[in-house]
């Protein structure tokens, strides 16, 4: 389950849902999942390698 803004800036709890790249799940203890349009999802851990592997391409964030 995990929090969802909804159009009128509140949130409501939602069922599980899945990382669009990991497939991991959002019932994984301490899994934050962050929500984009078109019902996508990422978790926080592909959030950090994505930073790490843009870290790595352009050091210094240019």
Known sequence: MYLTAT????????GLVF???CDRD??????LL??????THICS??????RETLDKKWPGGK
């Open 7 to 14: 159009s009128n800036k509140k949130y409501e709890v939602t």
């Open 19 to 21: 990382c669009d790249f």
């Open 26 to 31: 959002s019932s994984e203890k301490g899994m």
């Open 34 to 39: 962050i929500a984009g349009s078109r019902n």
């Open 45 to 50: 851990e592909c959030v950090n390698i994505c």
